[in-house]
């Protein structure tokens, strides 16, 4: 199927026909099963395919487009990395996908003894891993009742800190992760983010803050559909001792500012992921900075940061590359 030649029908289609640019996004999500911001993705960060452009900018997929990305989805799905995968030839993607399928076929036959042994070894677990291994594979199932089952387990076994740091943080990044190479889809992530926001918030009511602590807004800006990485930044935050109010995602600038003069917050912290909306994300952190009072810190992370620096630079934003670099920030605004 992969060769310069194939048939279609009655009709042979040539190498020409092959590389011909006719396929736009939607065609290529359903034809390949990845989502459409996923194929953006893997396009802008791994240049999986580059595809053409029509005379009005939308992109156009040839076949040969199509065919690399059925195979890499193929390849991640079975436990590879797509930064591993992006850049091998056509050739070479179709080696690995029968090599693969080869030893998938090999380990069901030993499928008896494997399953026995993970059992055994999940018993003999405690703590954080347990409950990380239960919640994924709950979540991978969009088993509802028992992710939140999971959690609670985990919140009477483990204390708060603990909980955060072993199951909450792991969980999510992992997700995160998972997503990204495309063996997640984005109603697992919708449906962690779900349950994780509402269990994190029954915590915090349970917990209590100090009447003193520093308070912390916590969002994605408009056009930012991915929360897992707020959700994060509000577990880090809650974890260091501030008074988080997580707003959710996709918050247009006009919405914080008006949640930041009701509850006058010190600092607000915002994840940004996809840059495909570049310029309106940058036009909404600016109004963001117009409407904040200047004493109020912004906080940026997550995955587009790194195209924003000249606009951290002009507003005075403080980006941050990773949790590490957050509570970093976080410690030196509460002293």
Not at 152 to 176: F, K, N, T, W, Y
Request: proline content about 5%.
């Amino acid at each position: 199927m992969f060769l310069n030649e194939k048939h279609e029908g009655d009709r042979m289609t040539t190498a020409k026909d092959l590389t011909e640019p006719r396929h736009p996004i939607g065609v290529v999500s359903a034809r390949t099963g990845i989502p459409q911001d996923l194929l953006r993705a893997w396009e802008k960060r791994y240049h999986a395919v580059v595809p053409q452009r029509s005379s009005t900018g939308r992109r156009l997929y040839c076949d040969l487009d199509v065919d690399r990305l059925r195979l890499m989805k193929r390849l991640v799905v079975g436990g590879r990395r797509i930064s591993d995968v992006a850049a091998l030839p056509l050739e070479g993607l179709t080696s690995l996908a029968q090599e693969d399928r080869a030893e998938t076929t090999a380990a069901r036959a030993q499928a008896g003894a494997a399953t026995q042994s993970a059992a055994e070894g999940a018993a003999g677990k405690t703590g954080g891993d347990r409950h990380l291994e239960e919640a994924f594979a709950a979540l991978e199932n969009l088993d509802k009742s028992r992710l939140e089952e999971v959690l609670a387990d985990a919140a009477v076994e483990l204390s708060s800190p603990a909980l955060r740091r072993q199951v909450i943080a792991p969980l999510l990044h992992a997700i995160g992760d998972r997503w990204q190479e495309g063996t997640l889809r984005i109603v697992h992530e919708h449906l962690a983010s779900a349950i994780v926001r509402s269990f994190m918030a029954g915590i915090a009511k349970g917990n209590g803050r100090s009447p003193t602590a520093p308070r912390m807004l916590v969002t994605t800006p408009a056009g930012q559909h991915h929360e897992l990485g707020a959700l994060l930044a509000a577990t880090a935050a809650e974890q260091q001792g501030w008074d988080v109010y997580y707003l959710g995602p996709d918050l247009p600038a006009e919405e914080i500012a008006a949640a930041a003069r009701q509850l006058h917050p010190k600092a607000v912290a915002l994840s940004v992921v996809y840059q495909d909306g570049s310029f309106q994300l940058q036009e909404e952190l600016r109004k963001l900075r117009r409407y904040l009072d200047p004493e109020i810190a912004i906080i940026v992370g997550g995955r587009a940061t790194s195209a924003l620096q000249p606009l951290f630079d002009e507003t005075g934003m403080t980006p941050v590359e990773d949790l590490g670099a957050l509570q970093d920030v976080l410690i030196a605004l509460q002293s």
